[in-house]
């Protein structure tokens, strides 16, 4: 685990802003077995365990690109990415979901705390994407914790429609 005492109060903040959103998702899945995990309790195809993994995929993925620019960020999903991204697949449980995140937070708490920050990449082509557009090590951080953030509000949304229970309130 990354020690912010001895960072830039730029990287601590950042740091700290990221287990802070990533605790909000963490707790959404709290006490849930593997089943309740994958519940779809609303009309979206969304479902606790698979928006954990998402979330882990999609920060590493924007952590390769801030390492490598856009082709390190490429990955062959294949014809069942949906499936084996946004659901539990065999050998998977929640708890080892958890962990996988648990080392991709880990690596991007060290990456935030020694990447050049203003280190750019142009972004991948894409058309969501502004053509040629180029991101700082600094603006994917800050994207990952919006991601983080947003859903973490799915997952608070999912987790009341479970059981009720809510992460602040």
Do not use: C
Request: without cysteine.
């Amino acid at each position: 685990m990354t020690d912010t005492t001895t960072l830039t109060r730029e990287r601590a903040d950042l740091i700290e802003s990221l287990r802070r959103h990533r605790g909000f998702l963490r707790f959404t899945v709290r006490g849930l077995t593997d089943e309740q995990a994958q519940l779809r309790p609303t009309v979206s195809a969304l479902n606790l365990a698979g928006l954990i993994k998402h979330v882990a995929a999609t920060e590493a993925g924007w952590v390769r690109f801030a390492e490598g620019g856009a082709e390190a960020m490429r990955r062959n999903w294949g014809p069942d990415a949906w499936t084996r991204h946004w659901h539990l697949q065999e050998g998977e449980t929640l708890e080892s979901v958890l962990a996988d995140y648990e080392q991709v937070a880990a690596h991007t708490d060290e990456r935030v705390a020694t990447l050049d920050l203003d280190a750019d990449h142009a972004l991948p082509e894409a058309p969501w994407f502004e053509p040629g557009a180029r991101w700082s090590a600094r603006r994917v951080f800050l994207h990952i914790i919006a991601e983080t953030s947003q859903h973490a509000g799915h997952a608070d949304i999912l987790r009341e429609s479970i059981d009720g229970q809510k992460t602040m309130g």
